[in-house]
């Protein structure tokens, strides 16, 4: 019997492996696998379902994660799937596999997370599943959203010469993560059998804490470009890192880019911590994930009024295919752009 | 701090618990949490929204079912649930966790399940999640159906008088778990350490396998009502078994019943190995779960043209509450239905 390690494959490897076979044959079946959300046309609007699941140890680590915090992250995670379609969300299942571990408090805890990202972007609970796990908690969520035909934006749109776009700022969450995992690790070397209360060392760092633990999803630059009148060309949230989205992009657009490591928009936390770290924070902005910013493409001539809006940042533009997907360092020196998935867990 | 134990309130109650403070807002969001799937409203059709999680050593064994096996399953559960909205599935998600124990070619014969399945229904895969799991594999499932508005059927409309209809026969999947149970004890005890070849005893018992390792979702009997203009008053799927699923109509319905035990559809194979292991056939089938046979309720006066149809049974009627739900045994005894949940996992 054949045997292919996973690793071998790597994430995009297997699910393209996976999915080749699949094919639509329904008639309201307009796009399935392989954006951020399916596309289903039941006459008039047509409806957007995009899921996610979450796995302890994985996704996730109770020891510096609320369980308050971990409901109001896995709903965000899957909204901010719907506005990449330019989409608006609408309603959300949740589905938990649980151990004997937890109790029902914390499954309250859980839930009232999973209603404070719903209620703050108008989203109904409408369905999902509770059963037992023999080990860790998983979670798995499903969002369906709305859109108007015409409205919705994939991420295959994308054209030489448009503008790359990029919302809020980058590698703050996994900036959050690396803190988080610190300060972790000095609890367990240093204060694990003490009976000193351990204070671990936060301060000034709320922000890049914040962005890993409580994430929200961009509904506001959402609702800014459409009352600006702009739609994207190509669009996607930032759930794996600023390179391996933009590549995802020209791959599916059929295009090269050209970003400009120097216009990458830095918070000035992620950057200290990044120092701190001895890390580089362009590295950090490029691969980290988790940041649920939205980065689209937008058509050249609207340079001045997409510059005018709030909180969006120009970083690059789409180049013809041959021209390759780069990046503009500080010093001009161009790099090629590198992707990285989930595989090290599978390693 | 408080701490309530998740086993004290049982499943039914634990998700009550969880969500009665859940309210819809959308004028989209026509039903949510409460009965087989959610009803989405997007001018003319409506959405049909289900989603089911199904984790390794609870809701499958992989000593004894064949990864090909789990995904048909997996797709035919959530199928199943459509159909019992006396909905048309269309479209399913489908998301993993795994663990590095598994290879390509398991996902690929998981997939191919699931193709199987989503084929013979007319359903195309639209999405999902592939992610890794420090542990065991988790499925979760997410499938989208639609219906006209009118002829959805929930589980709140039984009356009293109305005639209680089961379709096929109960039990089968119990009993073949309980085969491959057994079958694995003798494995473990006497062959786990042998050279010889093990060859578990299933000869003759082909058909409670079958109903334990691919259960049949039953589109052909939703399209049988369909044909002879029968329209439900009440539906639901049999997952927890007989007694769990009537009461759950009964309580959505605000009514009592009479089910008569010597009516409960039993196969032979069934009876056989029940008797083997010495257990009573009709409890199995009463408590039983994972049958996936359709439950339902309909006017008295379609008596006679449900009774003409092929593979639907007659088991009892619909009463006033007060009357209680009751089981009437072969001898005329009355004895009250109880209902069982998967709290054991949890105890």
């Not at 999915?19 to 796009?31: A, M, W």
């Not at 709305?146 to 030489?160: L, M, Q, S, T, Y």
């Not at 301060?203 to 409580?214: M, T």
Request: charged fraction near 25%; include cysteine.
């Amino acid at each position: 019997m054949e045997r292919t390690e996973i690793s071998k494959l790597g994430e995009f490897g297997l699910i393209e492996h996976l999915t080749k076979e699949i094919r639509l044959n329904n008639s309201s079946s307009i796009y399935g696998v392989g954006d951020d959300a399916a596309v289903l046309d039941y006459s008039g609007k047509q409806v957007l379902v995009t899921t996610d699941m979450l796995t302890e140890g994985v996704h996730f680590d109770l020891t510096y994660m609320p369980l308050k915090h971990l409901g109001y992250k896995s709903a965000s995670v899957n909204i901010s799937d719907i506005y990449a379609m330019n989409g608006r969300p609408r309603q959300l299942t949740v589905s938990l596999a649980i151990s004997k571990r937890f109790s029902v408090e914390d499954l309250e805890d859980f839930y009232e997370g999973v209603l404070l990202a719903c209620d703050k972007h108008g989203v109904d609970i409408v369905g999902g599943d509770t059963t037992s796990s023999l080990t860790g908690l998983a979670v798995s969520i499903t969002c369906i959203g709305e859109a108007k035909k015409e409205d919705i934006v994939f991420r295959n749109g994308a054209r030489p010469n448009d503008l790359i776009c990029v919302s809020g700022n980058l590698g703050a969450a996994y900036m959050g993560l690396q803190l988080l995992e610190r300060e972790k690790a000095v609890f367990y070397s240093t204060h694990h059998d003490s009976k000193e209360p351990f204070s671990p060392d936060f301060a000034g760092r709320e922000y890049i804490l914040e962005r890993q633990l409580k994430p929200e999803a961009r509904g506001d630059i959402i609702k800014e470009l459409a009352d600006a009148g702009i739609r994207p060309t190509a669009m996607i949230d930032i759930s794996d890192g600023l390179s391996s989205e933009l590549i995802h992009i020209c791959r599916q657009s059929g295009t090269g880019c050209r970003l400009y490591q120097e216009r990458i928009p830095i918070d000035y936390q992620t950057a200290v911590m990044a120092e701190e770290f001895n890390m580089n924070v362009y590295t950090c902005a490029l691969n980290g994930g988790e940041d649920y910013e939205l980065l689209f493409t937008v058509p050249l001539e609207l340079h001045e009024r997409i510059s005018a809006l709030k909180d969006i940042h120009l970083i690059g533009h789409i180049t013809n295919p041959e021209s390759g997907r780069m990046l503009v360092t500080d010093s001009g020196q161009e790099i090629e752009l590198k992707a990285q998935g989930w595989q090290s867990h599978l390693d």
